[in-house]
């Protein structure tokens, strides 16, 4: 069983690069998020999507956009890199109970 | 916010003793979750502990829920090395969005063999 798969695992991008995070799940969940987890600072919400054509703003939603392509699919771009914006980066789905991917980690040089 | 707030951040044991962590929550909630990570991996859920229930069991797990006193702990029976992670709690909101979880910064646990 696949559940959560992001991709990519690493990145490596120069201040003012874009790139997007593509997450899937297989697990017919309706709802959908992107966290990121800094050192000392827990997980916090960038994004979540209720449903298949929504999406909300979590905590730190400046500097992302998301896309919510179907059900099964979650993306996070980010449009124009900054340095402040390494982390690592989880998707999850689930309602209630949540299900977690491994992990994008990304470095802005 | 409804952010959980785990206590102690950091906990170092010796394999066979028990592990307690708590967690603290500021707003009404509907249940009240506990996730494991392992280092350099995703989260993964324990427990869910829904407002109606005082106290739960899952293997070495128990957790309990006081909300009046808008606490949790999760207590880990005979920890195992392996159970070196980080914990963290998730309070469950009522309306909206019910997987919308604030997660907290976690209780990093060492079991030493």
């Known amino acids: 069983n696949a559940g959560v798969t992001q991709t990519p695992k690493f990145q490596v991008l120069k201040t003012g690069q874009s790139m997007t995070l593509q997450c899937a799940q297989d697990m017919n969940h309706n709802s959908m998020y992107w966290y990121r987890q800094d050192p000392g600072m827990g997980l916090r919400l960038i994004y979540y999507?209720?449903?298949?054509?929504?999406?909300d703003k979590g905590e730190v939603p400046n500097g992302y956009n998301v896309s919510r392509l179907n059900k099964r699919e979650f993306s996070l771009r980010l449009e124009s890199a900054a340095p402040s914006q390494t982390s690592v980066y989880f998707c999850?789905?689930?309602?209630?109970?949540?299900?977690f991917g491994e992990g994008s980690r990304l470095t802005v040089l | 916010s409804q952010q959980g707030e785990e206590d102690p951040q950091a906990l170092s044991i010796q394999e066979g003793e028990n592990a307690t962590m708590n967690c603290s929550y500021k707003?009404?909630?509907?249940?009240l979750q506990w996730y494991r990570q392992n280092s350099g991996r995703g989260l993964v859920h324990l427990i869910l502990i829904r407002s109606n229930e005082r106290e739960k069991h899952s293997g070495r797990l128990r957790v309990t829920l006081d909300t009046s006193k808008k606490s949790s702990s999760l207590l880990i029976t005979a920890s195992r090395a392996a159970d070196t992670a980080s914990y963290f709690c998730?309070?469950?909101?009522?309306?909206?969005?019910?997987?919308?979880?604030?997660f907290g910064k976690g209780t990093k646990l060492s079991v030493k063999p």
């Open positions: 999507s209720a449903s298949e054509g929504t999406t």
């Open positions: 999850a789905s689930g309602s209630g109970e949540l299900f």
């Open positions: 998730a309070p469950g909101r009522y309306g909206g969005s019910q997987g919308n979880l604030i």
């Open positions: 707003t009404s909630i509907n249940n």
